[in-house]
């Protein structure tokens, strides 16, 4: 079971599943992930917080604890 924190940069990968629970769960599926989502690892920051990621055409900053709760699968 990888999470998005695991994916290195340059990779696309397919969301399985979403952890997390009420309002976190809700805000994450707001930002257009949910299952089945393909999501592609563009740039990470230093100390890996945040990881900079392409959802259904924008760009998005994810904090690592909100990237922990997204369970994929890698594509490529």
């Avoid at 009420?22 to 999501?39: F, P």
């Amino acid at each position: 079971m990888q999470t998005l924190r695991d994916i290195p940069c340059g990779t696309t990968v397919k969301v399985t599943r979403l952890t997390g629970e009420g309002s976190v769960k809700r805000r994450i599926m707001d930002m257009g992930i949910t299952k089945g989502t393909s999501i592609s690892v563009r740039k990470m920051a230093p100390l890996g917080d945040p990881v900079e990621v392409t959802v259904r055409g924008y760009e998005l900053s994810l904090r690592k604890a909100d990237a922990e709760m997204i369970i994929v699968e890698v594509l490529n």
